[in-house]
């Protein structure tokens, strides 16, 4: 076994250098986007109303700001919000003719006007401890019906301007001391383009059962190693093979420190499920780990039902509604649910009326949820009204970038530095 | 550039790479007669285009459904290794990348194989044909929902696809022509219980004329088709993709010169595949990030390593590039994926496996072994050699008695920043 310092020595030459390396990383990502020629304003988010079925309010964790972490997952493809937080609303089921989930198998909330899918229900628990709330009407203003279009505006948090960073990403350059960590951010599941700093790296894990240096018998593994880390330095003047050279030490140290999340057999993993346990399960240990990881990214993929949506978000809400529950279960076993906010995002919502094939098309609102110590749980904030769509779609009421501002202020700040503006808080969070 | 450099960037860049001895025979051959053999091998005497799956069975086995796939892949991998006609198949794997229709949606073999071929034999080929085909090719139906989509319920996924991703870019329209396409593109069905065939059934079609891109009239998938070829942001945005994908990051102007012969030339791939090719070996490109599978299959072609397929596909998909299986509709992902921890680690283990699956007589085990760095970086298709760094960390290497020489030296070249670059 390599100490955590012995590798940070090994990497202390690149380590100097990522200012450089971060952006041209940043640039390699942002290649393929085209220029826009809008300029950046600073906006204040629409008033949105607040749909609360209880007072009930959590105790505000008095956790010192620094020991937080924030656990973000993505649902890639636009999830349909309109069969995962289900409105009380017949003008939802005349759209949904053969999509509309049966009023005998949903999970009712309280005295809101919204069920869960059934696929959702083991996150009744946590609604009903007031530690879960749901998000509806949730957009960016200015994203597009395009997948890539839109993705880039939530993950950059910027909808008037292309941006190279990701607003988690300048989270990390704004409270960045010393040299980049790699282990500060880390993405489960495939990269994410949110934790995109200047100077600030971080580690994409995309199969966790994979994230290992592996040797052949015979060799002499540590000298290996060794000699694949001095491939890296001194950095080469050609910027690309610079760029191949930073990984590796990253790489080295991510692997060796996470060995444990993937290798402890004290519990057991083997067996935990479909792919997107093992991720939720991961997060989990490598928070217990306490390695000063602060934001951990979760890739889910598949909510681009635009055919067979009934039975294929079924899975993909069961598969999520499951690793959710691992993860919250874990971190209070861990004593660390105290410190953790998990809040789920999807690029946009999905039409209100169905389409031919058992699907639907792309829209605009969506859905989220939020969970944790400081949420304003067992309450639907935001606005749903379908008697007011937006060309046909749900119309977004709450800009995300208010929930952004919740969750930033939630991690210390400085929020509206970040943000590039003052979006309204409307209390998804304890202030 | 010299002759065997500029041949190396073809090799590397436009090909799979190289197995020992070809970088000398290409040198004697010449650039030019090489990059021709690359553009028109029919015309140049090579070998007639053959199908990875030319020889594949489909059977029915319902006790191990993956086995077939699995096959059809290793098939994939060990014609790319061989193939007489790499440009061809550097070009319909960019394709694929392209149109990124993936198995795990298809879910049938047969039509995702005929899919493939299609890419591979009309790679070089008119785009406005190769899009007209794609548009109603049995895959492409299923993958993007066209298969589903009816008059009376029109599915939007292929319409803002074809144009988002296939040939205009984001920007050059509008949801009026999603909605325009979506409709004029109705009426086509995949018999699934009659081979995956494709037919046109009249009465799920609409053929209200349709205003697309400007164009009135439009309610079929030739007036589709031809609206949106027509478009003017048609050359530069294809032009655009292909020349980053071979080039890397090259000038706008070399850029604005390939849509203008793009466009000057009706949308024949060729020319402007040539004008690419040539542009690379005078120079006019930037170094690239190699994807996991060009990296593993020019790795593969140097040190006749035997690897077993299934192991071959498990490193491809923890790398993050299964091929059949892009992640989503946009393709693979780019170089940040390629740079990711998760890639670097499965490298530098794959490496580990490459060169102990090496044959004791390789040249490129036999160079490690006796430290002959140039000659090792020039067996790997790098003949200006490895940068300095690469040298002193090989040098420095001891050989472990339990391995046979070179074997440490030589993974430790695979996995080496410098191989991850071309």
């Given at each position: 076994?390599?100490?955590?310092?012995?590798?940070?020595?090994?990497?202390?030459?690149?380590?100097?250098?990522?200012?450089?390396?971060?952006?041209?990383?940043?640039?390699?990502?942002?290649?393929?986007?085209?220029?826009?020629?809008?300029?950046?304003?600073?906006?204040?988010?629409?008033?949105?109303?607040?749909?609360?079925?209880?007072?009930?309010?959590?105790?505000?964790?008095?956790?010192?700001?620094?020991?937080?972490?924030?656990?973000?997952?993505?649902?890639?493809?636009?999830?349909?919000?309109?069969?995962?937080?289900?409105?009380?609303?017949?003008?939802?089921?005349?759209?949904?003719?053969?999509?509309?989930?049966?009023?005998?198998?949903?999970?009712?909330?309280?005295?809101?006007?919204?069920?869960?899918?059934?696929?959702?229900?083991?996150?009744?628990?946590?609604?009903?401890?007031?530690?879960?709330?749901?998000?509806?009407?949730?957009?960016?203003?200015?994203?597009?019906?395009?997948?890539?279009?839109?993705?880039?505006?939530?993950?950059?948090?910027?909808?008037?301007?292309?941006?190279?960073?990701?607003?988690?990403?300048?989270?990390?350059?704004?409270?960045?001391?010393?040299?980049?960590?790699?282990?500060?951010?880390?993405?489960?599941?495939?990269?994410?383009?949110?934790?995109?700093?200047?100077?600030?790296?971080?580690?994409?894990?995309?199969?966790?059962?994979?994230?290992?240096?592996?040797?052949?018998?015979?060799?002499?593994?540590?000298?290996?190693?060794?000699?694949?880390?001095?491939?890296?330095?001194?950095?080469?003047?050609?910027?690309?093979?610079?760029?191949?050279?930073?990984?590796?030490?990253?790489?080295?140290?991510?692997?060796?420190?996470?060995?444990?999340?993937?290798?402890?057999?004290?519990?057991?993993?083997?067996?935990?499920?479909?792919?997107?346990?093992?991720?939720?399960?991961?997060?989990?240990?490598?928070?217990?780990?306490?390695?000063?990881?602060?934001?951990?990214?979760?890739?889910?993929?598949?909510?681009?039902?635009?055919?067979?949506?009934?039975?294929?978000?079924?899975?993909?809400?069961?598969?999520?509604?499951?690793?959710?529950?691992?993860?919250?279960?874990?971190?209070?076993?861990?004593?660390?649910?105290?410190?953790?906010?998990?809040?789920?995002?999807?690029?946009?919502?999905?039409?209100?009326?169905?389409?031919?094939?058992?699907?639907?098309?792309?829209?605009?609102?969506?859905?989220?949820?939020?969970?944790?110590?400081?949420?304003?749980?067992?309450?639907?904030?935001?606005?749903?009204?379908?008697?007011?769509?937006?060309?046909?779609?749900?119309?977004?009421?709450?800009?995300?970038?208010?929930?952004?501002?919740?969750?930033?202020?939630?991690?210390?700040?400085?929020?509206?530095?970040?943000?590039?503006?003052?979006?309204?808080?409307?209390?998804?969070?304890?202030? | 550039?010299?002759?065997?450099?500029?041949?190396?960037?073809?090799?590397?860049?436009?090909?799979?790479?190289?197995?020992?001895?070809?970088?000398?025979?290409?040198?004697?051959?010449?650039?030019?007669?090489?990059?021709?053999?690359?553009?028109?091998?029919?015309?140049?005497?090579?070998?007639?285009?053959?199908?990875?799956?030319?020889?594949?069975?489909?059977?029915?086995?319902?006790?191990?459904?993956?086995?077939?796939?699995?096959?059809?892949?290793?098939?994939?991998?060990?014609?790319?290794?061989?193939?007489?006609?790499?440009?061809?198949?550097?070009?319909?794997?960019?394709?694929?990348?392209?149109?990124?229709?993936?198995?795990?949606?298809?879910?049938?073999?047969?039509?995702?194989?005929?899919?493939?071929?299609?890419?591979?034999?009309?790679?070089?080929?008119?785009?406005?044909?190769?899009i007209r085909k794609v548009t109603v090719d049995a895959a492409m139906l299923v993958f993007l929902d066209g298969a589903t989509s009816t008059g009376t319920s029109p599915n939007e996924n292929?319409?803002?696809?074809?144009?988002?991703?296939?040939?205009?870019?984001?920007g050059n329209y509008t949801e009026q022509d999603v909605r325009a396409a979506a409709i004029a593109l109705t009426g086509y069905v995949v018999r699934r219980r009659d081979g995956w065939n494709?037919?046109?059934?009249?009465?799920?079609?609409?053929?209200?004329?349709?205003?697309?891109?400007?164009?009135?009239?439009?309610?079929?998938?030739?007036?589709?088709?031809?609206?949106?070829?027509?478009?003017?942001?048609?050359?530069?945005?294809?032009?655009?993709?292909?020349?980053?994908?071979?080039?890397?990051?090259?000038?706008?102007?070399?850029?604005?010169?390939?849509?203008?012969?793009?466009?000057?030339?009706?949308?024949?791939?060729?020319?402007?595949?040539?004008?690419?090719?040539?542009?690379?070996?005078?120079?006019?490109?930037?170094?690239?990030?190699?994807?996991?599978?060009?990296?593993?299959?020019?790795?593969?072609?140097?040190?006749?390593?035997?690897?077993?397929?299934?192991?071959?596909?498990?490193?491809?998909?923890?790398?993050?590039?299964?091929?059949?299986?892009?992640?989503?509709?946009?393709?693979?992902?780019?170089?940040?994926?390629?740079?990711?921890?998760?890639?670097?680690?499965?490298?530098?283990?794959?490496?580990?496996?490459?060169?102990?699956?090496?044959?004791?007589?390789?040249?490129?085990?036999?160079?490690?072994?006796?430290?002959?760095?140039?000659?090792?970086?020039?067996?790997?298709?790098?003949?200006?050699?490895?940068?300095?760094?690469?040298?002193?960390?090989?040098?420095?290497?001891?050989?472990?008695?339990?391995?046979?020489?070179?074997?440490?030296?030589?993974?430790?070249?695979?996995?080496?920043?410098?191989?991850?670059?071309?």
């Open positions: 076994m390599l100490s955590r310092r012995k590798f940070l020595g090994a990497a202390g030459g690149v380590a100097g250098a990522t200012a450089v390396g971060g952006g041209a990383w940043a640039a390699l990502i942002r290649d393929s986007v085209e220029e826009s020629a809008s300029t950046p304003t600073s906006t204040t988010a629409r008033p949105a109303t607040t749909t609360t079925s209880t007072t009930t309010q959590p105790p505000t964790t008095s956790l010192p700001v620094g020991n937080r972490v924030l656990v973000l997952v993505q649902m890639a493809g636009g999830n349909d919000g309109l069969n995962t937080l289900i409105p009380a609303s017949g003008l939802y089921r005349d759209a949904r003719p053969t999509l509309a989930i049966p009023e005998s198998e949903l999970v009712e909330l309280g005295d809101t006007d919204f069920s869960l899918h059934p696929s959702l229900a083991p996150l009744s628990r946590w609604w009903n401890l007031g530690s879960l709330a749901a998000v509806d009407g949730v957009g960016i203003p200015l994203q597009s019906r395009s997948h890539f279009k839109s993705m880039d505006t939530w993950w950059s948090g910027v909808a008037e301007a292309v941006s190279t960073t990701g607003w988690l990403g300048r989270w990390l350059d704004a409270t960045l001391t010393g040299d980049p960590d790699p282990l500060r951010a880390i993405a489960l599941g495939g990269g994410a383009p949110a934790l995109i700093g200047e100077q600030s790296l971080a580690t994409v894990i995309r199969s966790p059962q994979a994230f290992q240096l592996q040797t052949t018998p015979g060799t002499d593994s540590e000298a290996l190693i060794q000699a694949f880390l001095s491939t890296a330095s001194p950095l080469n003047a050609d910027p690309y093979l610079a760029l191949a050279q930073q990984a590796i030490p990253t790489t080295v140290e991510s692997v060796e420190l996470l060995s444990q999340v993937f290798s402890d057999s004290s519990d057991d993993t083997s067996d935990a499920g479909r792919g997107p346990e093992v991720l939720f399960r991961s997060a989990a240990r490598i928070i217990d780990l306490g390695l000063g990881t602060q934001v951990i990214t979760i890739g889910l993929d598949g909510y681009d039902t635009h055919a067979d949506q009934l039975s294929r978000q079924s899975n993909l809400l069961e598969d999520l509604s499951a690793g959710i529950a691992a993860f919250m279960e874990q971190i209070e076993v861990d004593g660390h649910a105290d410190e953790v906010t998990l809040m789920t995002t999807s690029e946009f919502g999905r039409r209100v009326v169905e389409n031919g094939s058992g699907g639907t098309d792309h829209g605009q609102g969506g859905v989220q949820f939020v969970m944790g110590p400081s949420v304003n749980g067992r309450a639907v904030h935001g606005d749903l009204d379908l008697t007011d769509l937006a060309d046909g779609d749900v119309r977004t009421t709450v800009d995300e970038r208010s929930i952004y501002a919740e969750v930033l202020d939630w991690l210390g700040g400085p929020t509206d530095d970040i943000l590039d503006g003052a979006y309204e808080r409307i209390g998804v969070l304890a202030a | 550039m010299d002759t065997r450099s500029e041949v190396a960037w073809l090799a590397r860049r436009a090909g799979w790479g190289l197995a020992p001895g070809e970088l000398d025979d290409l040198t004697a051959q010449g650039t030019t007669s090489v990059l021709e053999g690359m553009i028109s091998p029919d015309l140049n005497g090579v070998s007639a285009s053959v199908s990875p799956w030319a020889e594949f069975v489909v059977v029915e086995d319902k006790e191990n459904p993956g086995a077939q796939g699995l096959e059809a892949l290793s098939l994939w991998l060990e014609h790319l290794a061989v193939t007489q006609r790499p440009f061809e198949d550097a070009l319909g794997w960019f394709w694929h990348d392209h149109f990124a229709v993936s198995a795990s949606v298809v879910k049938d073999l047969p039509t995702m194989i005929r899919h493939l071929d299609l890419l591979r034999t009309e790679s070089m080929g008119n785009f406005r044909e190769l292929y319409g803002r696809e074809l144009q988002e991703l296939y040939t205009l870019g984001i494709v037919q046109y059934i009249p009465n799920r079609h609409d053929d209200t004329p349709q205003t697309f891109l400007g164009v009135q009239g439009v309610h079929d998938v030739d007036t589709v088709v031809d609206a949106a070829l027509d478009h003017p942001a048609v050359p530069g945005f294809i032009a655009a993709k292909m020349a980053r994908f071979f080039l890397g990051d090259v000038s706008s102007d070399v850029i604005d010169d390939l849509a203008d012969l793009f466009s000057a030339e009706s949308l024949e791939i060729r020319p402007m595949a040539r004008a690419i090719l040539e542009a690379g070996v005078a120079g006019e490109s930037s170094p690239i990030v190699l994807a996991p599978l060009p990296w593993l299959i020019q790795a593969v072609k140097a040190t006749g390593a035997v690897i077993e397929p299934e192991r071959a596909v498990t490193i491809l998909r923890h790398m993050g590039q299964q091929p059949g299986q892009p992640p989503n509709v946009a393709g693979y992902p780019g170089a940040a994926a390629w740079l990711s921890s998760s890639t670097t680690a499965l490298r530098f283990s794959a490496s580990g496996v490459l060169a102990a699956r090496t044959p004791e007589n390789a040249p490129t085990l036999q160079a490690a072994a006796e430290s002959r760095w140039d000659d090792l970086a020039d067996l790997l298709v790098r003949p200006e050699g490895f940068s300095q760094s690469t040298i002193d960390a090989l040098s420095e290497l001891s050989q472990p008695v339990g391995l046979r020489p070179g074997e440490s030296r030589l993974a430790l070249a695979l996995a080496s920043p410098d191989l991850l670059i071309a």
